[in-house]
């Protein structure tokens, strides 16, 4: 499916389990924390990073959440830590249990080789 989107330099999936502080507050008050407390440093701080979020608390004990993040380039997802680690969602509303950072089909560009890859419809 083709995309007007760059492909990223990089993909960063953060494995985040939610801390009791943030489970104690309301859905309306963790929206309005995530909105004013978070983004607007994201946006201040970075470019070239795009985001999506995944739930899967339903699944695993160990990480509630799965953060994707898109980078353009290395110093946007340094910019990007930098950036969430000056807001309360860094150790104080999610402990980042992992981060696993890599490039998509990394292998192929380096042998130029065409990538693997499934699609199924």
């Known amino acids: 499916m083709p995309t007007d989107r760059p ?3 990089i993909t960063a999936f ?3 389990k939610t801390t009791p502080e943030w489970l104690a507050m309301t859905v309306a008050d963790r929206v309005e924390a995530f909105t ?3 983004v607007p440093v994201i ?3 970075t470019r070239g ?3 999506r979020f995944y739930d899967t608390e339903f699944y695993s004990a160990r990480v509630t959440d799965i953060w994707v993040w898109e980078a ?3 110093d946007a997802y340094q910019l990007l830590i930098d950036a969430l680690r000056e807001t309360p969602f860094w150790d104080r509303y999610f402990d980042v249990v992992d981060l696993l ?3 998509e ?3 192929a560009r380096n042998y130029g080789v065409d990538a693997v890859t499934t699609i199924t419809t």
């Open 43 to 45: 946006e201040a701080r």
């Open 105 to 107: 089909n990394g292998y």
């Open 72 to 74: 353009d380039d290395h």
């Open 101 to 103: 950072v890599g490039v």
């Open 14 to 16: 953060m494995l985040v």
């Open 7 to 9: 492909e990223p330099a």
């Open 49 to 51: 990073v795009r985001s």
């Open 36 to 38: 004013t407390q978070v």
